[in-house]
């Protein structure tokens, strides 16, 4: 893929322009080109595995959290140890200290139930759907379970033959029951 410059490939194919010219602004000079050169190979390895507006749309996501991460190690940098110190001041000493799991356990528990009482339409169509999705579960289970898991209930259920015939005058009827005559 040396054939690359500028973010096209020898088919012409190119990446997305203004997602290519963010990306070559907040990357550092040193690592711009080959940071550049190796997503442009990726994508148009990936669009001739898929398609071309799958890949632009991977190259994109690919430029947003190449963005988000440099922003933040940018103000990692550049505030220090104040990063620390603000969010010690902002974020309550409870929430930062780590909890056991099952203290953690029990105040989700808290919080879904204070939720559930705030809403009481949301946790009737939740109940409601809830039973009716165990329900249906269970009732299928049971049919499965009847016919195609548990054995015949015969002491020789592999010796079991149905038998059925024809009458030859009766063969275009519109009698749609089974003619039952006893077998001698």
């Known amino acids: ?19 290519r010219a963010l990306l070559a602004r907040m990357l550092p000079p040193a690592d711009r080109a080959d940071l550049l050169a190796a997503l442009d190979e990726m994508f148009v390895l990936r669009a001739a595995r898929s398609s071309p507006w799958r890949a632009r749309w991977w190259y994109r996501g690919q ?8 922003m933040i190690d940018a103000i990692r940098s550049r505030l220090g140890d104040d990063v620390r110190r603000v969010t010690n001041r902002t974020v309550p ?13 029990l105040q989700d528990v808290r919080h879904g139930l204070r939720r559930l009482v705030a809403t009481p339409w ?5 109940i409601v759907s809830l039973a009716l999705a165990i329900g ?16 015949f209930p015969f002491e020789e259920p592999e010796r079991l033959v149905r038998l059925y015939g024809t009458i030859p005058e009766r063969v275009g009827s519109a009698c749609h029951s089974p003619i039952r005559t006893p077998w001698t």
């Open 136 to 151: 249906a579960n269970s009732s299928t289970f049971g049919a499965i379970n009847a016919l195609l898991l548990r054995p």
């Open 1 to 19: 893929m040396s054939g690359l410059s500028g973010g096209w490939d020898p088919d012409g194919l190119r990446a997305p322009r203004r997602w």
């Open 122 to 126: 949301v946790t009737f169509a939740v």
């Open 93 to 105: 000493k409870r929430h930062v200290e780590r909890k056991g799991s099952m203290e953690s356990l």
């Open 63 to 70: 430029a947003v959290e190449f963005a988000v991460y440099l």
